[in-house]
């Protein structure tokens, strides 16, 4: 895992979530798509029908207890990487990591998302910020490279929503020879992210 998305979600844990529990996925999505057995569930909340060419990696909800909860996808085969504090990892052309916080109100979660994308400006220079909908959900979208000569990841672009009390983080980079897009990569991700009617 590359080092800003570690200080990430540390720095998440660290805001003081409330714990809930997911309980068990809805049988339809928010959007009137029914909840498919395949789909990676985050938090019971979002349901992701992961996009073709995107692997599954992780899914951590071992943060529950906090009301945190994320997983990660990857592109391309992974190679070996020794990152700068010498621990070993597995780096890929690209990588999404969606994270997900559960709060008592809407506002909490507002306050959340305002924290997140302050911490994406001081670690990204950012180079567009636009406002999109993707399945009913609000998101900012930024796009940005990585100013550190350490990281790996060159590029890419992050979502940030809430959905009713939930912050919602979408994060996509990739390497500098990646080919495509990361925008429309994310754009397409997103397309794939279901909610759970409330």
């Not at 996808?73 to 916080?101: F, K, R, T, V």
């Not at 959905?163 to 794939?192: I, K, N, P």
Request: glycine content about 10%; aromatic content about 12%.
């Amino acid at each position: 895992m590359k080092k800003p998305v570690i200080l990430f979600l540390a720095a998440a844990l660290c805001l003081g979530l409330t714990g809930c529990t997911s309980g068990q996925p809805p049988e339809r999505a928010a959007d009137g798509s029914s909840w498919e057995e395949g789909w990676v569930t985050v938090g019971g909340v979002v349901g992701v029908d992961t996009p073709e060419g995107m692997d599954s990696r992780e899914n951590n909800e071992a943060l529950a207890a906090n009301g945190m909860y994320y997983a990660t996808w990857s592109m391309g085969e992974a190679e070996p990487y020794i990152n700068e504090d010498g621990e070993e990892a597995e780096l890929y052309d690209a990588q999404i990591y969606l994270l997900l916080g559960r709060y008592r109100s809407a506002k909490e979660a507002e306050n959340t998302l305002t924290q997140w994308k302050d911490m994406a400006s001081l670690n990204y220079a950012i180079e567009s910020t636009v406002q999109e909908v993707h399945n009913g959900v609000d998101f900012t979208v930024i796009t940005y490279t990585f100013e550190s000569e350490t990281n790996p990841y060159a590029r890419g672009a992050s979502a940030f929503g809430v959905y009713g009390s939930c912050a919602v983080s979408v994060e996509f980079t990739c390497q500098e020879g990646f080919g495509e897009d990361a925008a429309q990569l994310l754009t397409r991700f997103l397309d794939h992210c279901h909610y759970a009617t409330s």
